[in-house]
């Protein structure tokens, strides 16, 4: 019964001569049998091939995709916004470790692609609150485009300041510090990180609870935006407070000649900021070796920048401090010291080097200033300090 189909199958491709034995007929039908079983396992796995390829493809797409969603921006991947915008809550998660790591990103592309108003920092080092913001308030009205702030403050410090504040959510997650000790740097690397997810930050000032600004913005933000240099204190200081404090077993990434001194606190351009946050040369020598009475944040960036970037420095500090007094801690005014003469005797009789320059302007900010001095302060402040 089988027979007569399979021969009418062989008849309708080749016509079978009449003289062809069963075997002969049989053998072709078997050819076209395997043919056609090679054809559809070549197509089978043509087909399947195709769909692997293309099914590998939308796999790969498919983790491209991931991978793009991923990076620290929370980036929709759509505009070049989700990359200029500064972050819009302060209070991350990141700790140390993934803080620096994330604000050590430096552009390649020296040309903004976008209008970059480049704005100041002001770091506030703080134990808890700032009992002179109402006159860093008047200082900060009307320049909110220029400038950006940052406070550390001790962890238990909760900050209570209102919405219309410009300290109104700019703190910090913060640790622990200790006067003198590495903590303080930590703390003070932990703010230029900070201020440095902000693209914009251009400038970054170091600033405690008692420093006030002597001059107006417009004045300080012109005389920092045209510095050559950023100022850093550091200067060569013979005797115990100053070589005396140095240690032999930080050699060779720091000599007795390289170790300098300088006040804590700094004005730094992004440049420096982004050298000291990434620095991992230096930081385990001060970390091991400057202890009390090795106050480590007098030594640790000016001995470390003037080894590494010493045309970029000034070597001075904007901040004025009354040493006079002598002993560890400069002079604290309140009240009864705030008067026009006594400033007019901080502005007069300074000179200094402005871009290679003399100047007479040298000081921009001003501690110690105890929170009592507040009022006088503020009578103050239009008259002389011009804000
Ligand atoms: C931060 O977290 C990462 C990942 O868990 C860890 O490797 C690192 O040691 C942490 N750093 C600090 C300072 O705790
Ligand atoms: C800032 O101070 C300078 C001089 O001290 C003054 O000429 C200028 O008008 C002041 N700017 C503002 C906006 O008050
Ligand atoms: C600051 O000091 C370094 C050496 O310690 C020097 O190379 C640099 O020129 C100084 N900066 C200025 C502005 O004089």
Not at 35 to 49: A, K, N, P, R, T
Not at 112 to 127: H, Q
Not at 202 to 217: A, G, M, V, Y
Request: proline letters at 8%; a positive charge; charged letters at 20%.
């Amino acid at each position: 019964m089988m027979q007569p189909r399979v021969v009418a199958m062989e008849e309708g491709k080749e016509p079978i001569s009449a003289n062809k034995t069963n075997l002969s007929r049989a053998l072709p039908s078997r050819l076209l049998v395997f043919c056609l079983l090679f054809l559809g396992v070549g197509v089978g796995v043509s087909i399947i091939s195709m769909y692997s390829v293309r099914f590998s493809m939308v796999q790969q797409l498919a983790t491209k995709a991931t991978s793009a969603v991923q990076p620290l921006f929370q980036d929709d991947g759509t505009t070049i916004d989700n990359f200029i915008r500064p972050p819009s809550n302060l209070m991350h998660n990141m700790n140390d470790t993934e803080l620096l790591w994330r604000a050590s990103f430096v552009p390649q592309i020296k040309d903004y692609p976008f209008k970059r108003v480049p704005k100041i920092a002001f770091m506030f080092l703080t134990k808890g609150p700032l009992p002179l913001a109402p006159l860093w308030d008047r200082f900060f009205k009307g320049h909110e485009e220029l400038y950006s702030i940052y406070v550390h403050a001790l962890p238990s410090y909760t900050a209570g300041y209102p919405p219309s504040s410009p300290f109104y959510g700019r703190q910090i997650p913060s640790q622990m510090v200790e006067w003198g000790r590495m903590s303080m740097c930590e703390a003070e690397r932990r703010l230029l990180a900070n201020a440095l997810l902000d693209i914009s930050n251009e400038w970054f000032i170091l600033l405690s609870e008692s420093c006030i600004p002597l001059h107006n913005f417009s004045i300080i933000y012109h005389y920092i935006s045209r510095s050559r240099h950023s100022f850093m204190g550091s200067f060569d200081e013979p005797g115990p407070y100053g070589r005396g404090r140095y240690n032999p077993h930080m050699e060779p990434e720091v000599t007795l000649s390289q170790w300098r001194k300088g006040s804590q606190w700094f004005e730094v351009n992004r440049k420096l900021a982004i050298d000291i946050v990434v620095d991992t040369t230096y930081y385990p020598k001060f970390k091991k070796f400057c202890h009390p009475a090795c106050y480590v944040d007098e030594h640790y960036f000016p001995t470390m920048l003037t080894i590494q970037s010493p045309h970029l420095l000034a070597n001075r500090t904007l901040t004025w401090t009354d040493w006079s007094r002598g002993g560890a801690h400069p002079a604290t005014f309140g009240k009864a010291d705030i008067t026009e003469g006594f400033f007019k005797k901080i502005f007069e009789g300074q000179v200094c080097l402005y871009n290679g320059q003399p100047s007479t302007v040298c000081y921009l900010f001003a501690r110690k200033f105890a929170p009592s001095a507040l009022d006088p302060l503020l009578g103050l402040a239009s008259k002389v300090f011009r804000y």
